[in-house]
């Protein structure tokens, strides 16, 4: 290598870069060695493996802080314990419930374990009301806490309004309490991360791949004052309260919007269904596509439909709707600990109120593409690949957060249409609209392009479509203060019942 004016110039062809143009170096605190204490018998319980990954560090630790904790140790289940039943159907008769699925305006929804922490699941399956197939024993209790027992464990979430009588995959264990208040209590533990991961990992820290209500016994948890425990409750409560009426909100807006477009069950608008699925489409109606999947009848009835009753039928890309509608782009991803990046949320999560799961990209290495890909309440999320079409709001408290490059942005022109443009999106029509657009031999997609020709009506009566706009604003306010009533449930469970200082 060769000095010239202060530049290293290389003869080879690497690529070289001026001193001040050099980026800066990131510095990374290392963590404490983490280390515990095995007994031989957890050595020779795990298959008399001696390496550190058989051992999980931390869900050892917390294991014993609850044990050494403020206040005494008790279990979960059983004598003594805070839960009254746990039990998932046809747990006693080690088998599976029976299940005949059929079309929507045939059955009832059935709701899978994956929906379970969703604000307001949407049935993906429904079971027929005609066929004997056991689902008075898969309804839900309003009252009872659920856990997933099996694929993704752990995952807890509270029967309020909104799923009381639903009917859910047996793959998840109903909880009922002796106590009320120690429901809300529990629920707490079991979201805070100590209590989360003592459930999904057993004595010697092996994460636990399948979960039965007799595992709860061998579950800590601190027997706290009766006041604690009815502070953190009444907290959950009001916090799932909310959630109720903002899903109450939620479909009185979207029934206004149905009634005043006079619009009837999305399969009532198919035209002559056959059954091999054969249609005819003019040569100038084709618009550069030949996948059928475009060019199904039930699009263009739901816009003739719209035409008819709205004012105005318009596109998402419309400057009165939209400012702008983003497609971002693929990037490397640097993973760091919470603390040190900003959250990333996926497809997956955008049903959530507080999305589970977070992984956090690194603001030291992506802090400059990170401000352009941060969302602000009042964005109109799209999922755009694999599953097509998931519709959400972002809320005050993802303000800054990062969606996937598999989640188009749509920005509102305005608070006066922000609201609005959600419900019709999400609704069963706005999907329709939405999914026509998918391409893709092996992986659904669609992309930003296609979200701007998105049809959207806009209502003659002006009043109620501000009405429907301000019902969506007001419901996602909700969201958001449910969201802080359940930060500060967990706070004070870790605060004065976890690490409360003897």
């Given at each position: 290598m060769e000095k010239a004016g202060g530049i290293g110039m290389v003869t080879s062809n690497l690529a070289f870069k001026e001193k001040n143009s050099i980026e800066p170096e990131v510095v990374v605190?290392?963590?404490?060695?983490?280390?515990?204490?095995?007994a031989l018998s957890d050595v020779v319980a795990r298959g008399k493996r001696l390496e550190a990954k058989a051992f999980d560090v931390e869900a050892k630790q917390v294991r014993e802080k609850i044990s050494t904790g403020k206040y005494k140790a008790i279990s979960l289940f059983g004598e003594g314990g805070l839960i009254e039943t746990a039990y998932y159907p046809g747990w006693m008769q080690r088998s599976r419930l029976k299940r005949v699925y059929c079309e929507k305006q045939y059955g009832e929804g059935?709701?899978?374990?994956?929906?379970?922490?969703?604000?307001y699941p949407v049935p993906e399956k429904y079971i027929s009301k005609l066929a004997d197939c056991s689902k008075d024993e898969l309804r839900l209790k309003k009252g009872s806490l659920l856990l997933t027992r099996s694929g993704t464990i752990g995952s807890v979430s509270y029967v309020s309004e909104t799923l009381n009588g639903r009917i859910f995959s047996d793959d998840v264990i109903r909880i009922t309490f002796n106590k009320e208040y120690d429901l809300g209590y529990v629920y707490t533990f079991l979201k805070s991360k100590t209590g989360n991961l003592i459930l999904r990992t057993n004595g010697y820290g092996s994460v636990i791949t399948h979960i039965e209500p007799s595992h709860l016994a061998e579950?800590?948890?601190?027997?706290?004052?009766?006041?604690?425990?009815?502070?953190i409750h009444d907290l959950i409560a009001h916090s799932y309260t909310l959630r109720d009426e903002s899903n109450r909100m939620i479909d009185r807006a979207t029934q206004l919007l149905i009634e005043n477009?006079?619009?009837p069950p999305v399969y009532e608008l198919e035209k002559n269904p056959s059954t091999v699925g054969a249609h005819n489409v003019k040569l100038s109606d084709l618009a550069g596509r030949l996948d059928a999947s475009y060019h199904v009848p039930i699009v263009d009835a739901i816009i003739e439909h719209l035409k008819r009753y709205a004012e105005e039928v318009t596109t998402v890309g419309d400057p009165?709707?939209?400012?702008?509608?983003?497609?971002?782009?693929?990037f490397k991803r640097v993973y760091v600990n919470e603390g040190y990046g900003r959250v990333l949320i996926g497809g997956k999560q955008l049903s959530e109120l507080d999305p589970s799961s977070k992984k956090y990209l690194s603001t030291a290495k992506h802090d400059k593409m990170l401000k352009k890909l941060e969302v602000h309440e009042g964005t109109t999320l799209i999922t755009r690949s694999g599953t097509i079409g998931k519709i959400a709001i972002v809320p005050k408290h993802w303000e800054h957060y990062i969606p996937s490059d598999h989640i188009i942005r749509v920005i509102p022109a305005n608070k006066d249409i922000a609201g609005y443009l959600n419900i019709f999106l999400a609704s069963d029509y706005g999907k329709v609209l939405i999914t026509r657009f998918t391409y893709g031999s092996v992986v659904d997609e669609i992309d930003d392009n296609h979200v701007r020709q998105i049809a959207i009506p806009l209502l003659k009566n002006h009043t109620v479509q501000k009405k429907i706009n301000d019902l969506a604003l007001e419901a996602n306010e909700k969201r958001y203060q449910a969201y802080l009533l359940e930060q500060e449930a967990l706070q004070i469970m870790d605060r004065d019942v976890i690490y409360a200082k003897k």
């Open positions: 605190n290392e963590s404490p060695v983490k280390w515990c204490a095995v059935f709701y899978l374990p994956s929906q379970m922490t969703d604000i579950i800590q948890i601190p027997d706290a004052p009766i006041t604690i425990r009815e502070q477009l006079h619009l009165r709707i939209s400012r702008e509608v983003i497609l971002p782009g693929r």
